[in-house]
């Protein structure tokens, strides 16, 4: 087996296309979180703390000098970025919470009713007919 054909058996097994699926989404998902976050959580609990925003808050280590640039801590950011993990995280704690409680669900269903009297006598005398 060529090493084309035994890498096209690896990229074609289930396992991989989900989780390339997987990545897709999450990447998509994360930047509709990101977009919550900055556009839509983050302006009123700026507007809750006097009009702060996040994003722009900072602390300057050390001023510019001519055309160096100032040296900053982007804490703001931080936040943003703090928050935007905790709602992903949260996300993800409440989908495989569902699948648990799925599984859960599915491990706990009844199994089929024991066969009736009149089943087990009949499969009794089909089982001597065939003997």
Known sequence: MGMGQEFKDFAMRGNVVDMAVGVVIGGAFGKIVSSFTNDVLMPPIGLLTGGVDFSNLTVTLKEAAGET????????????????????????????????????????????????????????IRDALRR
Do not use: Q
Not at 102 to 116: L, V
């Open 69 to 124: 640039a100032a040296v900053t801590l982007n804490y703001g950011v931080f936040v943003n970025t703090i928050l935007d993990f905790l709602i992903i995280a949260f996300a993800i704690f409440l989908v495989v919470r569902a699948m648990n409680s799925a599984k859960k669900k599915e491990e706990a269903a009844p199994d089929a009713p024991p066969p009736s009297k009149e089943e087990v006598l009949l499969t009794e």
